[in-house]
T-cell receptor, first 116, second 112 residues
Framework: AQSVTQPDIHITVSEGASLELRCNYSYGATPYLFWYVQSPGQGLQLLLKYFSGDTLVQGIKGFEAEFKRSQSSFNLRKPSVHWSDAAEYFCAVGGVPGGGADGLTFGKGTHLIIQP | NAGVTQTPKFQVLKTGQSMTLQCAQDMNHEYMSWYRQDPGMGLRLIHYSVGAGITDQGEVPNGYNVSRSTTEDFPLRLLSAAPSQTSVYFC???????????FGQGTRLTVV
């Protein structure tokens, strides 16, 4: 079965600094890859997704992610964070047998704290 | 557009009670799914559906039932609530397998 690892439970970044959130997946083929953001008390919002093609994916709110097949990674980046980026971030895998948007496998999340 | 609507937003149940969490989407999506979110665990798939009349189990299906009689609705039933089912429940839908999943706002359930 596929799995998703987000090694960082919490990350603290100063406002205006750059950000990188790590995500590694385990699956034999290349699955669909997603990053979602969850603000407190809210549902999940899609930031970006990778299906195929260009390995650098642009998303909403100035986020981007790079797919690296050799490292089974899909790290999320932002050049300059804003206080409003404080939230929980989830990496997810889909599009595999028993998976897909009919069944995503999520990492445990990274809680992003922004320091003034 | 309403998107994905979940009701209720909050619910307290006593152990052994049953209830149904409602989920409706107005985007004509074929794919719908239910997740539970627990602290430090991320979201885990309970059940999913690839179309009306078709459902299947996810990672943590025990204690839950689903049915899909229409494209729009995908209710989740707790048969006999247990404290271990205290969680936040999210419903999601998407147009295609692997497509962008739209999530509801969640139902916070407490079982005492």
């Amino acid at each position: 079965a596929q799995s998703v690892t987000q090694p960082d439970i919490h990350i603290t970044v100063s406002e205006g600094a750059s950000l990188e959130l790590r995500c590694n997946y385990s699956y034999g083929a290349t699955p669909y890859l997603f990053w979602y953001v969850q603000s407190p008390g809210q549902g999940l919002q899609l930031l970006l997704k990778y299906f195929s093609g260009d390995t650098l994916v642009q998303g909403i709110k100035g986020f981007e992610a790079e797919f690296k097949r050799s490292q089974s990674s899909f790290n999320l980046r932002k050049p300059s964070v804003h206080w409003s980026d404080a939230a929980e971030y989830f990496c997810a895998v889909g599009g595999v047998p028993g998976g897909g948007a009919d069944g995503l496998t999520f990492g445990k999340g990274t809680h992003l704290i922004i320091q003034p | 557009n309403a998107g994905v609507t979940q009701t209720p937003k909050f619910q307290v149940l006593k152990t052994g009670q049953s209830m149904t969490l409602q989920c409706a989407q107005d985007m004509n999506h074929e794919y719908m799914s239910w997740y539970r979110q627990d602290p430090g665990m991320g979201l885990r798939l309970i059940h999913y559906s690839v179309g009306a009349g078709i459902t299947d189990q996810g990672e943590v299906p025990n204690g839950y039932n689903v049915s899909r009689s229409t494209t729009e609705d995908f209710p989740l039933r707790l048969l006999s609530a247990a404290p271990s089912q205290t969680s936040v429940y999210f419903c999601a839908s998407s147009y295609s397998r692997g497509g962008n999943a739209f999530f509801g706002q969640g139902t916070r359930l407490t079982v005492v």
